[in-house]
């Protein structure tokens, strides 16, 4: 271990103590000083071992150290040689001072080490720092698990699930934060508000709560229902991915039966009872989802997911949005920026686009120029603007496909200079291409009015007035059950930085979107490349 040389206090005269009193144990010897190969995490908060090449490294680094400074100097008359010198009260700042994670291997080092590592102090720090436990953890005296305990046994065994996920509950999915709060972990499932108030904040609800009742583990309380925290299970299956059991399940049962339960969980969803909805077809929808997702009883499989990285050329801030989707209510789509592309992924979904399917996309390269207020009120006028993108789009697309088949024959036939001008084309487009791009985000810091068509249905009329920019997209419709999806042109509106629309030219329907004010913590892509799979792998789930 790097830091071991440090530790014991190695010199030029002198051998590591912990290397030493490794090849003493093997003669059948030991020390004081012995090291403590114990590296149960509740004794030290976690595991860890050094190689003997760290060791030797070490050696080498400690050996050709500078001489002390004068001030290091102590009160005989020299530096101290090693941290077993120093006063405990400062090794417990130092070791305080330490990640939780290296703790274990300072606790290998030797008994001194590993007996001030069990003051509470530096674990009651470590859970602050590195949890954000703001909590009073002295109160914890009382019932007699330790700050060790809590950082060992709930908060570093349970790390994993921490931050953004999915629920696997067929087409409808979900979005589950699981935070530190307080002394517990809960798994908060957040709900869109309810239709059509997308500017409403989020609702939200807890699934599953873990916390520390007493020394042995942390205790698993399923929340579902309305009979309070009873007995669950949580098992990490593998990497970004993890599930939840109720062991309990007749908690979620209610007294008056299935059309009780049908009640509150209308109550809870959408906010109205059944005799307040007229439309036939939304009943269906309702009820259908009632059915599908209440079977589940909380038994669910969550998949990790990552908010989008952010550039400085992006139009907005990516991000989570609410967007309204006719009958089947509010919806959670996450926005994120592709270089000339925007995506929107649905996180939640309905039987006819479920959830990981990209609901839109939008070619940041088009802007569109709409016309005048009242010509603008003339849904055939729009129509005919967006199928000319269209049809431009088509044609280009047949052109590029046309110059791959003869780039291929090109090089076949080794290098031919025919092939030249055509890259020349290609680079001339991508340039213009761009060229566009840049006037388009340049334009976007203008306002304009805007008026929906007459003929475009929106569920919430209360949309902005004017906006800043719009762009030709498509939009992806489906049967129900997914059956025959096609993707059909549309018109992107950008209002402000946190209100989006899209009018869906075939539907005659128009969506308002509404950005998720919320702080997630944990939610971080490790990079792009993660993103872009984490996206891809849940399309493919989903189809």
């Known amino acids: 271990m790097a830091v071991c040389a440090r530790l014991c206090g190695v010199g030029p005269a002198r051998g590591c103590r912990r290397r030493g009193a490794a090849r003493e144990q093997r003669r059948g010897g030991g020390g004081d000083s012995e090291p403590d190969t114990d590296t149960d995490p509740e004794e030290a908060g976690g595991g860890g071992g050094a190689s003997v090449e760290d060791d030797e490294l070490t050696e080498r680094i400690e050996c050709a150290r500078p001489a002390p400074h004068p001030a290091e100097v102590g009160p005989n008359g020299r530096a101290p040689m090693s941290l077993l010198e120093l006063p405990p009260e400062l090794l417990v700042q130092i070791f305080g001072s330490l990640p939780g994670t290296d703790l274990p291997s300072l606790a290998r080092v030797c008994t001194t080490f590993r007996r001030i590592l069990r003051t509470d102090t530096i674990w009651r720090r470590r859970c602050r720092e590195e949890y954000g436990v703001c909590e009073n953890l002295r109160k914890l005296e009382i019932t007699g698990v330790s700050c060790r305990d809590v950082y060992a046994k709930l908060l570093h065994r349970y790390r994993h699930i921490l931050g953004l996920w999915q629920p696997d509950i067929g087409p ?34 807890p699934l599953f709560r873990i916390h520390l009742m007493e020394r042995k583990s942390a205790t698993v309380e399923c929340m579902y229902g309305h009979k309070g925290p009873h ?78 990285p952010s550039s400085p050329d992006d139009l907005i801030k990516p991000g989570l949005f609410k967007g309204t989707y006719g009958s089947h209510g509010l ?60 049809e431009q789009v088509r044609r280009e697309e047949q052109e590029e496909e046309q110059c791959r088949e003869d780039e291929d024959r090109f090089q076949q036939a080794a290098s031919s200079p025919a092939a030249q001008p055509r890259g020349g084309e290609g680079a001339e487009k991508e340039e213009s291409s761009a060229g566009a791009e840049q006037t388009a985000q340049d334009k976007a810091t203008a306002s304009q009015p805007f008026v929906l068509p007459m003929g475009v249905i929106s ?20 049967g129900h059950g997914f059956t025959s999806p096609e993707r059909t042109p549309g018109v992107f509106v950008l209002f402000d930085d946190d209100r989006f629309g899209f009018i869906w030219l075939e539907l005659k329907s128009f969506s308002l979107y509404s950005r998720i004010k919320v702080s997630f913590q944990n939610a971080e892509a490790p990079s792009r490349e993660a993103f872009d799979e984490m996206l891809k792998n849940i399309q493919s789930l989903a189809t």
């Open 172 to 205: 409808y999915g979900g979005l589950l934060n699981v935070v530190v709060d307080g002394l517990f972990i809960i798994g908060w499932m957040y709900l869109p508000p309810h239709d059509p108030h997308v500017d409403d904040p989020m609702r939200f609800k």
């Open 231 to 308: 007995n669950g299970h949580i098992q990490i299956v593998k990497k970004d991915e993890f599930s939840t059991k109720c062991n309990q399940t007749d908690h979620h049962r209610m007294s008056g039966g299935r059309q009780e339960e049908f009640r509150t969980w209308l109550r809870e969803e959408w906010g109205r009872t059944l005799e307040d909805i007229f439309h036939e077809h939304m009943q269906e929808l309702i009820l259908m989802k009632f059915i599908y997702t209440s079977q589940y009883d909380n038994c669910l499989t969550y998949r990790r997911i990552y908010l989008p």
């Open 331 to 390: 919806e959670i789509v996450m926005l994120s920026f592709h270089g000339r592309k925007a995506k929107g992924t649905k996180i939640t979904g309905d039987p006819n686009i479920p959830a990981g399917q990209q609901t839109v996309e939008i070619d940041l390269a088009r802007p569109l120029q709409l016309p005048d207020i009242e010509n603008l009120r003339d849904f055939s006028e729009l129509s005919r603007i967006v199928l000319e993108v269209q």
């Open 459 to 478: 569920r919430n009329e209360d949309y902005p007035r004017t906006c800043r920019i719009c762009f030709y997209g498509t939009g992806l419709i489906a």
